[in-house]
């Protein structure tokens, strides 16, 4: 264990690569591995960037990767995928536009499916996001299809959250998942070649400024950039932009870090615990058997499954209600 | 609680040709068998297929080549995780190779070599039997 620690704190691509994929697969041994590495971390920048399947996502990461190393900061990069709830596998594709950057040392990218499992994808994303600054990246990149609760979760762990979507999405930015809207530090408009794109952004900044109202409190407005990730147009100023809001949470004594930190361990902190006391829960009483003597009294009728699952927890939990 | 490990491949593809929808059908042969697949995308150098791999901590890497250079891809990619000291992860590879390569190639560390008309049922039953999760 403190073995792998020094590997990773030594940025060995091997020993990263096999930790993350012991944290997805949830074996218990990597608890303390990130108990040692999580002082080294607090180091990195996170940016996440979400948005609807084929906006654009992979192909703008990978551009704001290549910026990145040109300003000779090191980058690693999870990019998420689903998986398929039908048969438990994936395909994770997102590597296709970003393969340019494999033989680059100052990069790491690993593709990471949701699994699926309650609570999964949070936390070991932001356990991977851990393993990643405390190897020693200077930014990382997580990407995100927007659909889901979880997704949106990953992305509020980021300092700054950029939002991508394409000309004539128009009333469809609403299916962005609610409260995803508000969320976003930095949008983006790819494919601001195509047809629709002032209309696009018209109608953007009126639904910001209608939220901007409500949550913001009018300190930092949204910038709306218009992109063409392929070419490699408007990137320059995406990064800036990243780096105007970096300054913006980092201004009045980092009122704003804080605030953004303080957030982001609460939320993490009762993730665990409830992962934890589900997880704990449920495993002593499917192993003492009262988990199937309860699935069986609620089938003959005996009892309905409120009651039983307030007998069985409380039970574990040593008081009544 | 029970750990399921997840069995995790990459598909890739080596090379200059640029007909890929055979390891697309693969990879989505796999996917539906319950594995995680990572996909390359088209005309990789050996160096970046082994570099992803290792990044990606697979347990399994399967090639395709169309165009006649797997006689140099296929051995070269094997010989680089080698060289890298990977052991792990077990190396096939597919698509148009004449019988009389096969037996060289195996020599050279592949593990098995699929040639058109192999069924995917079949492809999906051998990684199941020949690739195992890592242990914990």
Known sequence: MTNNVEKVLAGDVRTVARLIRDIDDRVPEVRETLKALYAHTGHAYVVGVTGAP?????TLVDQMVAHLRKAVKTVGVLAVDPTSPFTGGAILGDRIRMQRHSLDEGVYIRSLATRGHFGGLTQSTRSAIDVLDAMG???ILVETVGVGQDEVDVVKSAQTTIIVVIPGMGDDIQAIKAGILEVGDIFVINKADREGADKTLNELRQMIDMGQQKFREGKWIPPILKVEAVFDRGV??????IEKHRAYLMESGGDQHLLRRTLRIREELAEMIKNRLVQEVLDQLIEGGEFERAVE??????????TASDNLVFSKLGRKK | MVKERKLR???AKPGLDGHDRGARIIARAFRDAGFEVVYTGLHQTPESIVQAAIQEDVDMLGMSSLAGAHMYLFPEVVRLLREKGVEDIVVCGGGIIPDEDIQRLKEAGIAEIFTPGSKLDDIVKWVREHVKPRKA
């Open chain 2, 9 to 11: 491949v990459m598909v």
């Open chain 1, 137 to 139: 990246k200077d930014y």
């Open chain 1, 297 to 306: 009294a609620v089938l003959a009728g005996e009892t309905d499954p409120y």
């Open chain 1, 54 to 58: 084929g906006v654009g996502k992979s």
């Open chain 1, 236 to 241: 320059a100023e995406l990064l800036e932009a």
